[in-house]
């Protein structure tokens, strides 16, 4: 089972690969689509749950989204067909650094994929590429929300705390318009419905070559949650206009 597979079924049950909760995503769309007609771009977009959500809130919203999972992409395609908003959406299968458009976009999204381009201030820059005059950035990532174990840095990498994550976005030339911290129900939530997905796909499928990897992701997964990060890690979204912008 590859890495792909392990996150489809992970994520069955919690289709917004990160932290947040419908109301979460409903209100951060309507920040970061004031219009309504806005052409949107997903950087990383998975199975397309952003974009099926926009395109199904905004009739006049076209979007596109790019990712290098084969199996999400083709969820995104048969979703978009049951939603009738296929014809307004175009999936690219390639990696998302490498992605180049004849247009500009009046919103780039990446959230909860930050790591595909090396962290958060690189894949604002390679947003930025993407955007049109006036438009916006919306990108979720995690944060510290206390002093991180030597362990947890090396799970997750050199993170910061909440305020050194905005000075940073700041002074790379972004204003933030609007955000959203995730509650820690959203966290556990989250977590939860990533290690019990997985773990109930090992169950309802003894039989499957499959089963006992799958099981022991789910173990290892929520020990880690557990026991290295559930007390220190936290999850941000936030809306960004270039400033001056």
């Not at 790019?66 to 990696?95: I, N, P």
């Not at 499959?210 to 949650?225: C, I, M, Y």
Request: charged fraction near 25%; include cysteine.
């Amino acid at each position: 089972m590859d890495r792909e597979q392990i996150s489809r079924r992970a994520h069955a049950d919690h289709p917004i690969a990160a932290p947040l909760d419908d109301a979460s995503v409903r209100r951060l769309l309507e920040q970061s689509l004031p219009r309504g007609d806005e052409r949107v771009l997903d950087l990383g977009c998975g199975g397309g749950e952003w974009l099926l959500r926009a395109l199904s809130a905004h009739p006049r919203t076209r979007a596109v989204g790019v990712d290098l999972a084969r199996s999400s992409l083709a969820r995104a395609r048969r979703t978009a067909l049951q939603l009738g908003v296929e014809e307004r959406l175009v999936l690219h299968h390639q990696d998302a650094a490498d992605f180049a458009a004849p247009h500009a976009f009046d919103l780039v999204l990446c959230v909860g994929a930050t790591h595909a381009f090396g962290g958060l201030l690189p894949t604002l820059e390679a947003a930025r590429k993407h955007l049109a005059p006036g438009g916006r950035v919306l990108v979720g990532d995690g944060f510290w929300e206390r002093e991180p174990s030597p362990e947890a840095v090396e799970l997750l990498g050199d993170l910061t705390d909440l305020p050194t994550t905005l000075d940073r976005v700041v002074a790379d030339g972004w204003t933030p318009v609007h955000g959203h911290v995730s509650t820690r129900r959203e966290l556990d939530d989250y977590e939860w419905a990533w290690t019990g997905s997985l773990a109930s796909w090992a169950l309802d499928h003894p039989g499957d070559p499959d089963s006992p990897q799958a099981l022991e992701a789910a173990t290892v997964h929520r020990d880690q949650w557990l026991r290295v990060h559930r007390d220190v890690l936290g999850f941000v979204c936030l809306v960004l206009r270039p400033t001056g912008g």
